[in-house]
């Protein structure tokens, strides 16, 4: 099991996410679709519940599905799964110190669970009371330590740009989760390899991707072809 703990089948949240992750993979299956954005927040987590648990399993299933029916960020996902089978992260960029090179990343709820690492094992919880009003759960999770690769698709003046980087991921600790504020959310740390000055001027959302693997030189390759 990828899970630690896991409320009861029958419970409404979850019968609501599986109920979702079963609808959606038929969807997108049905019409051929080779990735997706959910509008989670505020159409599903206002009038349903919040999909985490749902998209979560979704990125398990490394298809590139994005939070919040973010289009550049299911194509960034999409781009990276095809070059890699690592599992792939989507969450905002908390904070990044620009004297150590230390990123610290949070998503709002999902997270493949095998990214949990250092002996531990993902666990459902209650989701924090924001971002919609009609609740439901939350990944929560002690990352792995890995190499990964940081993507973004952007536009400037009409034409596309990816923000690129590397960077070692390893778990956040319990006290950096508290200080943003939501500690039951999925939380990690990557040590750029790169200028973390110039990390941040590129920055042009809040949202970054990363994978679990080395592909920078073949997303550079993709984004010289494209």
Known sequence: SL???VPPVDDDFI???IRFYLAHKEVAARHGLDFTGIKCVFELSDYYCKPCIAQSLTAEDRFASA???EDKGALTHYIMGLLSDGVQFQGDVEYVDVKTG???MAACGAAAPSLA???SKAAICGAPPIE???GGYAIKLKSRKSPVTLARLARIAGDYVMLIAEGQMYPSTEAENQECGFANFPH???QLSGDPEVFVQNLR???MHLVCDTIKDDLVCVCRLL
């Open 3 to 5: 899970f630690d703990q």
């Open 15 to 17: 019968e609501k996410n």
């Open 67 to 69: 939070c919040c029916c």
């Open 102 to 104: 230390k990123v610290h």
């Open 117 to 119: 690492g250092a002996g």
């Open 132 to 134: 919609g009003e009609a």
């Open 188 to 190: 990690l740390n990557i």
């Open 205 to 207: 959302s809040q949202y």
